[in-house]
């Protein structure tokens, strides 16, 4: 009898062992998890990790006011709370911006990487005049043409929406030449025509350039300014240039 009180009170006592330092074990974990909650807290609460600049990198025409303004955000809000991927959405509806990548400096700062879109040409809409990338975007309305870029017009007219690559073959085409051009080249350029029957080009110097249906722009680019510079050097009158077929170009005074 006694060897069998004896087996009883062992087993409870061990079960009891255990039971406890499960319970202790739980409270640990409860705690930490509690202090971390509180900590993680006390940095969301923190006014060291308030948003007090915006750094902005690779732009030239986007600013940080354009940023907090289509962001939403405010000097002053945590870092910790800015949502970067729906940051990123919004600011790739700016017209200007290609690109964008962000991140978090601390203790304060939010760093803007973009790529801008770059005008490289003026066009003449139903809506007025707006300056497009190469892809045929319309990056913003202008007043007056300030930039050394040709203007384009396009038949029949088209009326370009923010945000959206115009609809245009043609004009696509005369974009693509316009990008391939050297940048003085593309300064001495005063207007490109683009239609279904082709596309024609005029320069400051009032010499008519054919490009026809468009073909290779870049080919077409580089004999044109092969030719610009034969030209030049020669002293050259010339009233018009045909480089629709740029391995036969042709020269008319």
Known sequence: MTGETIGINDDFGVASLVASTYDNKWFTIAMGLFVLLLAVYAVLQSPLFDLRAIELVGADRVSPDDILRTGELEIGANL??????????????????????????????????????????????????????????????VDRMSMAIPLVTAAPPVAPVIGESIDHEPLRGALRF???LSVKTRSNLSEVHAEPGGITAYSRDRVTIALGGGGDAAEQARVLEALLDKIDAEGLSVSRIDVSRPRAPVLQQ
Not at 80 to 96: A, D, M, T, V
């Open 178 to 180: 316009v990008e391939a």
């Open 80 to 141: 910790f709370s800015i949502n970067l991927r729906e940051l990123s959405q919004s600011l790739e509806r700016i017209p200007l911006i290609e690109q964008v990548r962000l991140r978090r400096q601390f203790p304060g700062t939010l760093v803007v990487t973009v790529a801008e879109r770059r005008p490289i040409a003026y066009l003449s809409s139903e809506g007025g005049i707006w300056a497009v990338d190469a892809n045929g975007y319309p990056l913003f309305k």
